[in-house]
């Protein structure tokens, strides 16, 4: 039986594929698969961004290699980013409530 890490894990590599599979060589996220995954697996994150260009920002700030995809790494570095903001976010909130 795998732990909640190790599913975590593979829902992580399972949702990347899925959406690198659409489009291209099942490696890389283009821009289109891109945003099509952070507007249906992240949308409460996204539900107050007005910015159309936000995703083609996510892309630039991304892609280390400038080849205009998104790699796993490169996605992985934007959901380990967005994770410890969540996080930062909740410390401060505990933090407050505490005073």
């Given amino acids: 039986m795998s732990t909640l890490l190790e599913d975590t894990m593979d829902a992580l590599m399972r949702i990347f594929h899925h959406y ?5 060589d099942g ?4 821009k289109g698969a891109l945003k ?3 507007t249906s ?7 107050g961004e007005k910015d159309p260009l936000q995703v083609d920002k996510i892309v630039k700030d991304l892609e280390s290699n400038k080849d205009n ?3 796993f790494n490169e996605f992985f ?3 380990a980013a967005l994770t410890v ?3 930062d976010f ?3 909130q505990r933090k407050k409530e505490e005073f």
Avoid: P
């Fill in 20 to 24: 690198s599979c659409k489009e291209g």
């Fill in 27 to 30: 490696y890389e996220l283009s």
């Fill in 36 to 38: 099509e995954l952070l």
């Fill in 41 to 47: 697996e992240l949308t409460d994150f996204l539900s």
């Fill in 69 to 71: 995809e998104v790699d």
């Fill in 77 to 79: 570095i934007l959901v």
């Fill in 85 to 87: 903001a969540c996080n």
């Fill in 90 to 92: 909740f410390e401060e």
